[in-house]
């Protein structure tokens, strides 16, 4: 049935309709001529024996009153069934015959002599055509043995009816053909309309007509199943809708929050700059003028001002990603790794890192969140930096050429770039972790930082339409993937 | 069927007029040890010659080179009657005579039934010291009459024999002209009696527009009567019968004359015969016209009454209707006065008659199959006609039932002439009639 797969319910009706009719067909056809067959024949012999032995009867009274019936005679050779009559003397010469080519001639047949009916096969002498033959002994007395009269019978009447049923079954056949495309076409159609309708439906949902309804009016299980179709489509559009409610006012909130966010980081900058600059200025000017636990107050103080500037910096920095993000243009990423290399040039010289690179794409990107980006993930790689002098490597390759595992992304075209280190390395448990702001695996005294780093990674590449991820094994260094899509396929 | 011995009742269907043949005293010869020579012969080439020369080459193959004394011709028109006997004349001398006359269609031979694309033509010759022929032809335009036609005709066969009119040969044949043939037998009849069989028919055409012709020896007549007398102290036999069935419907014909019968029992004849066949013949009743085809199984019959009282039937065949008088047109001659009887019969009944016809010749000349030397078959044309075409080529083969292997030659006649005991000699229609000689 594999063939079935593409043909349509249509052609499938069809199949089996005719399939089944000609099987119909031919085994009734079959079962027909074998009975018809057997049936015509006895019935041809009992018809014939009947009207030989009438015949015989004429023969016999023909013979004392000097008057042969060949009218009678003459009527049996009209019926298409029968090919010859003969009268025969007991010597076996043909006294009477239908035809005059064997008026006459002697014929050599033990039936001659026959004192009782016989029916037996025999072949015709011109066509060796099987045919029946009934021998009927007449009351015609000479030299000891009766007359007959002969009867030779074709069975091509029979064969004629078997191919009148053949032909009528065919006949039957063709137009039962006919009415079954004809059924199996509305029988289709009044499937294939509403699957159709169902399918049509699907599709406008999928293209977005969330609540579409189909009209599928009929009472079987199709309309059953036309109605169930509708009341999920309306209750997704309900939940859609609802979805959509939810989903606006969580972006509404979240804007909200980013404005808050940034608000808050950017007015506490202020304040906080103050005290800041004060508590400096009271470790300055009273450090060591006071007694040891107000400087020691004093350095908390300080520290904690100059902690609290640093993560609303960061903050402010996460916030501005989707606030103040400038238009994406085409810039060369190498220029962009190069600024935020030299930026990290005293972190690299202090921790004798190397850095290496391939060549870089030029992609569509915000070159400022780029150069952060990769001033980031730099940053870590130096920073979780296990005792041998960090070695990092940079390389972007294609996408559609990339042998990198992609995890759950529908991004077709782009750029994969990687960030691989020589660190300490990370947990795959704390893979996804990473990326959550103020998520931290080690200590401040460990390493220090905000917690803001890769969440800030996250976010601009996101914004950027493409998608973050790590590879790691702790001790084992780590390998940081992102995703820059092109759009449009355009090669840039 | 050969010995079939029983004589068909009255009631059952054939009415067979069967004749007695006169005995006549058999010849003391010396030959009397000396055989028969018979053969015959037939063709239905094209070509007039080469059809005569197929069967003067077969007959003569037969007869084993002995030349013919006497050959009958039979012919269709198809062949020039002239060209036919100077072809026979040519091949087979001036010495033999040659007697006979054209047939309807075709002629029949043991080989059977002849019809061809032109002609067909058939002939037997006999050779025998036992049998002596004669043979004459006499045209109408000869004499000033039937009568004398007749007369003539007879008187020169017996002379051809070799016999003069007191040694009456034992059968006459007869093929004429088909008009006042029961002139010419009452000619021949006032020569040598009443008690001579005249046996044969008149010559026919195909569709009755009088072609027909007459062969005797070295002549062709169209309106003459060939004759042949035959003197044999051989056994003979012979045949004439008119087997149909008889009805009730019968009338005296009150007015006729000639072959016209104007009145049965004073009415219209054509009415009255078309109100005895059930309105058959209404249509042609009103138009007049030809009824031959549609009548030729219901004849109309002369009563004659023998000597001893006993009654024959004589078939007519009706063969138009005039008008305005509707009176009825027969082949035979009705006098007024004749009493008529119709008849009823059916092809199967006519197909049989080329059965009983040789049976009762054979029978009537007590002649075995064995014995049986040739016969010469004479069958009305218009019964052949009535029969359908796919059974006519029984007729020859039921004759050749009843005569075996004994040389034959037949003919389709336009009104057939024999003999009825007590009456004399007659002209009937829709008849058939056989001779038959012995060998021995």
Known sequence: MRSCKGVGLFGKFLFFTIVTIVLVIVITTGIAIKQQGTSLTSSLIQRNISLASVVSSQIEAGYISQRWPFETLKKISENEAVLYWWIVEPSGQVHLASSPDIWGKTITNSAVVTRELLVKDDLLPETSEKIKVIVNPLKIEGEGTPWTFWLGLSLRPIAAAKKRIILTNVEIGLLAIAVGVFLSFLLARSITRPVKSLVNGTKAIAKGDIGHQISITTKDELGELASSFNAMSADLKRSHEALARQAQELARSNVELEQFAYVASHDLQEPLRMVGSFVQLLARRYQGKLDSDADEFIAYAVDGATRMQKLINDLLSYSRVTTHGKDFEAIDSAAVLDRALRSLQAAVEESDAVVTYNPMPTVMADSLQLEQLFQNLLNNAIKFRSDEPPRVHVSAERIENSKICIPHSEIETGWVFSVRDSGIGIDPEYADRIFVIFQRLHTREEYPGTGIGLALCKKIVERHGGRIWVESQPGKGATFYFIMPMKEDKEL | ?440
Not at chain 2, 95 to 105: F, R
């Open chain 2, 1 to 440: 069927m050969r010995n079939m011995r029983r004589k068909t009742g009255i009631e059952i269907l054939m009415i067979s007029v069967l004749i007695l043949a006169g005995g006549q005293p058999l010849w003391a010869s010396s030959a009397l040890s000396q055989p028969v020579r018979v053969g015959y012969g037939w063709s239905v080439e094209n070509d007039v010659g080469e059809a005569v020369a197929e069967a003067v080459s077969m007959m003569n193959e037969m007869m084993t080179g002995t030349p013919p004394d006497w050959v009958t011709l039979f012919s269709t028109i198809g062949y020039d009657g002239e060209e036919v006997l100077e072809e026979m004349t040519n091949l087979l001398g001036d010495e033999v005579k040659i007697y006979g006359g054209t047939s309807c269609l075709g002629v029949m031979t043991n080989d059977g039934l002849h019809i061809g694309e032109v002609g067909s033509l058939a002939i037997l010759g006999v050779t025998s010291p036992r049998i002596q022929f004669g043979v004459s032809g006499v045209s109408i335009e000869e004499v000033v009459s039937a009568r004398e036609q007749g007369k003539k005709a007879i008187l020169e066969a017996i002379s051809d024999a070799g016999r003069t009119a007191e040694d009456p040969p034992q059968i006459i044949l007869i093929t004429g002209n088909p008009s006042e043939e029961e002139e010419v037998l009452k000619g021949i009849e006032e020569i040598i009696g009443k008690d001579v069989p005249v046996i044969g028919g008149s010559s026919a055409d195909n569709e009755i527009i009088g072609e027909w012709k007459q062969y005797a020896n070295d002549r062709v007549y169209s309106t003459g009567v060939a004759l042949t007398v035959i003197y044999t102290d051989l056994k003979l036999g012979w045949s004439y019968e008119m087997g149909y069935l008889r009805t009730a419907n019968q009338g005296v014909a009150t007015k006729s004359e000639g072959r016209t019968i104007y009145e049965i029992d004073s009415r219209p004849a054509a009415v009255v015969y078309n109100e005895w066949i059930e309105g058959k013949l209404d249509d042609v009743l009103e138009t007049g016209g030809d009824v031959l085809s549609r009548t030729t199984v219901y004849p109309l019959a002369k009563i004659v009454h023998g000597e001893t009282g006993e009654n024959y039937y004589i078939s007519i065949h009706p063969l138009s209707i005039e008008l305005p008088e509707k009176s009825l047109t027969v082949f035979a001659d009705v006098l007024e006065g004749t009493e008529l009887s119709l008849f009823y019969g059916n092809w199967e009944l006519l197909l049989n008659r080329a059965y009983t016809t040789p049976m009762q010749a054979r029978a009537r000349g007590n002649i075995s199959v064995e014995e049986a030397g040739f016969a010469i078959f004479t069958f009305c044309a218009g019964t052949m006609l009535a029969i359908p075409e796919g059974e006519r080529p029984k007729i020859p083969l039921l004759v050749k039932n009843i005569m075996g292997e004994t040389p034959f030659i037949g003919t389709f006649t336009f009104g057939e002439q024999g003999f009825l005991p007590g009456v004399g000699n007659v002209h009937g229609n829709l008849a058939s009639s056989m001779v038959v000689l012995a060998e021995e």
